[in-house]
């Protein structure tokens, strides 16, 4: 082993990384912003780009400070003062290009109590954000008797979500990791080898932290690529260092073998499949690189970075830390713990079970797996609603102030940007549009360009799925020069984009898992088996998010608001994540089935053995998943909640009932034929084995 003969470079470089990086760790979660959810090239977009440019900023990230009040109208005395002192704040802060005052009829309502200051958006949607975030205070201090001022719009509601997301994510870490430790003491037997999957995993999520603060000087780096890196790579570097900690004590004690000779023995076989699990989990996420949009980028790049990082961590410091620390792995030891113990007589028994009835057990799992996928033929998707922020969130309390008193689709305004000669022909469109319930006049743009602003308001909520048919009647109707945006229009762009991108994602993602598994494996039929395995748990845990997230069941347990849709983000991205946990668990079962088929030639030798040495980690990593994900799903706004129970009810059958149950049982069925392999493609594939040479 390279890392063990130069211990000191490992040890130096790692110290660097870790250090280096980690410096800039602490400053992730105020560093990165939560924009980017755009359609790139998108109408939408165009208009945003098009309305900061020529009308004062007067775009969809523009800030919108809601002033309420309960003491009569804005226009005079206290109100007045407060909507002189807002305007002053706004107007100090080099990022807000203009500010309109409350206009009747649009932003001042008919009595006068409410009243709507527009600060234009003079930084990018991931600026504006940082300046919601620091605007937001020292508006909402204007507040008095009487009077609340509550700033709203898109910006507001990524600045408090993001704000929201932290408390949930560090309240829902801090159930984690102990209930994590405690199942890998439980899962170990000593307290000493189960920290050690929690250290590796600790650096490897510190130094891509730090990676993310540099990364998002050159691309700006959605907040959301830290939180789900944070709870994916967590659970998958556990998964790692587990696979390879069980297989080196067992290579270590009882073989005679140096600490040297059972490292070089596990990373022959486990971190084999180790590597090739990272591999493919990477491969999965970048599938994910081909929806056009920075957030899905960036949330899909920064979690194969701490994947990156995490398998880093386990392939070149874990062995280092084993070979050092050696026997003292098992300090702390429970008094059941068995060391040296790797075949597992349950997991053995239980797979000589399967190879006896092996349809009854696995039809019971298919009945299972498709009982539970049938609800997904309903699933309805659609981009967040403010339902996804805490009722007193600044964000919402200002939205419903302004559906309140502008009319339900107030929060939602469209905005049209059209040539200055077409103006008022898109005028007369919106007049006599069934689904617009008022529009502002045309206004041209100050700069002296060709084009005019007008601003509309649908007659329906922001998430109501009614909003895009009046969109693609607009556009359809209004003239050619016409570009139709608004935050509410930009979020229907984006699922458009991710409904068109989603086939190909899924294709891409199958095709790469099939052919990773063929290179390794060199058997064709199980490495199909195998991955098609995995769009069982996959539609599973949809059929499930369903009943949870779109008919709200449990939805009081769990302390959230049912939208009565699953987010448009979750199919493609989702997906990506499951099928990665899936085959990892997939290359576990598979590569130590193709251990013991190359040692022995026997298929049932190839299905016992499997289980028997890589059930109990499959087991146990499992639970540690589950545990990682459903403690994310304890806390916070919905988004998390719906990663957190989707990727841990998919972890659940996946692992339980896929790979302990179905897979072993295709095994069984297929016999020899499941390690065939044609003469010519024996001559294309490179020669991989598990087995210790």
Do not use: C
Request: proline residues 5%; hydrophobic residues 55%.
């Amino acid at each position: 082993m390279a890392v063990t003969r130069h211990a000191r470079l490992t040890t130096v470089v790692w110290l660097l990384v870790i250090v280096g990086l980690g410096a800039f760790a602490p400053r992730v979660e105020t560093e990165l912003s939560g924009a980017g959810w755009q359609a790139n090239g998108s109408d939408s977009v165009t208009a945003r780009e098009l309305a900061q440019e020529h009308f004062g900023g007067n775009a969809s990230t523009a800030i919108q400070v809601v002033v309420h009040s309960t003491d009569g109208p804005l226009t005079s005395g206290a109100g007045k003062q407060v909507l002189a002192r807002a305007t002053a704040i706004l107007e100090e802060d080099l990022r807000i290009a203009d500010v309109v005052q409350p206009q009747p009829g649009a932003t001042l309502s008919k009595d006068g109590t409410t009243a709507v200051l527009v600060a234009g958006a003079d930084a990018d949607p991931n600026e504006m954000v940082r300046v919601a975030d620091d605007l937001k205070g020292p508006l909402q201090g204007l507040s008095q008797s009487g009077i609340q001022v509550n700033p709203t719009g898109a910006s507001l509601l990524w600045s408090d979500f993001d704000e929201a997301n932290l408390s949930a994510m560090l309240k829902s870490e801090m159930f984690s990791w102990p209930v994590t430790l405690a199942i890998l003491v439980l899962a170990f037997g000593a307290l000493v080898a189960a920290g050690l999957p929690l250290i590796l995993t600790l650096a490897g999520l510190v130094a891509s932290a730090g990676s993310l603060v540099l990364i998002n000087h050159v691309v700006p780096v959605s907040i959301w690529a830290m939180n789900f890196a944070m709870m994916f790579a967590l659970a998958l570097g556990i998964d790692y260092a587990l696979f390879i900690v069980v297989r080196y004590r067992a290579s270590r004690w009882g073989s005679g073998r140096t600490a040297r000779e059972a490292v070089a023995e596990t990373m022959d076989t486990a971190g084999k499949a180790v590597l090739l699990s990272g591999a493919t989990v990477l491969i999965s996420l970048s599938a994910v690189m081909l929806v056009p949009s920075p957030s899905f980028r960036s949330m899909a790049g920064g979690i194969m970075l701490a994947v990156v990082f995490v398998l880093a961590a386990t392939l070149t410091l874990l062995p280092l830390v084993l070979v050092k620390l050696d026997t003292r792995i098992n300090k702390l030891s429970l008094p059941w713990s068995h060391s040296g113990e790797h075949r597992s007589p349950t997991f053995a028994a239980w797979g000589e079970r399967l190879w006896k009835r092996p349809v009854v057990f696995g039809l019971a799992a298919l009945v299972v797996l498709l009982a539970l996928a049938a609800p997904v033929l309903g699933l309805k998707t659609a981009m967040p609603s403010i339902k996804v922020l805490p009722e007193d969130a600044s964000a919402r309390v200002g939205y419903d102030l302004v559906q309140g008193a502008f009319g339900d689709g107030a929060p939602g305004t469209l905005t049209i940007v059209v040539n200055e000669a077409d103006a008022a022909e898109a005028s007369a469109v919106l007049a006599d549009d069934s689904g617009i319930a008022g529009a502002m006049p045309a206004t041209p743009a100050a700069d002296g360009s060709s084009y005019a602003l007008i601003q509309a308001v649908p007659d329906v909520d922001p998430s109501d799925p009614a909003l895009s048919a009046t969109v693609d009647r607009l556009r359809a109707d209004l003239p050619a020069s016409a570009y139709v945006g608004g935050a509410a229009v930009e979020n229907l762009d984006l699922k458009t984009q991710l409904d068109d991108s989603t086939p190909l994602v899924i294709g891409v993602i199958l095709a790469l898992g099939f052919l990773l598994l063929l290179i390794a494996l060199r058997a064709p039929l199980i490495a199909l088996l195998g991955t098609l395995a995995s769009l069982l748990s996959t539609a599973a845990a949809f059929g499930v998010a369903r009943l949870v997230f779109q008919e709200g069941w449990g939805s009081g347990v769990m302390g959230f608001e049912s939208q009565g849709f699953l987010d448009a983000w979750a199919p493609v991205f989702f997906f990506a994540m499951i099928f990665a946990i899936a085959m990892d668990y997939t290359v576990f079962l598979l590569a130590s089935a193709k251990e013991h088929f190359e040692q022995s030639g026997d298929p049932k030798d190839a299905l016992v053995g499997s289980l028997a040495h890589s059930g109990r980690v499959i087991f146990a990593a499992g639970a540690v998943m589950v545990a990682v994900f459903f403690t994310f799903a304890l806390s916070g706004p919905l988004p998390p909640k719906e990663m957190g129970i989707v990727l841990g009810i998919a972890v659940l059958l996946d692992a339980f009932l896929v790979r302990l149950v179905l897979l072993p049982v295709l095994l069984r069925l297929t016999g020899r034929a499941a390690w065939w392999t044609p003469r010519w493609l024996t001559r294309v594939l490179p020669d991989i084995r598990f087995s210790h040479s």
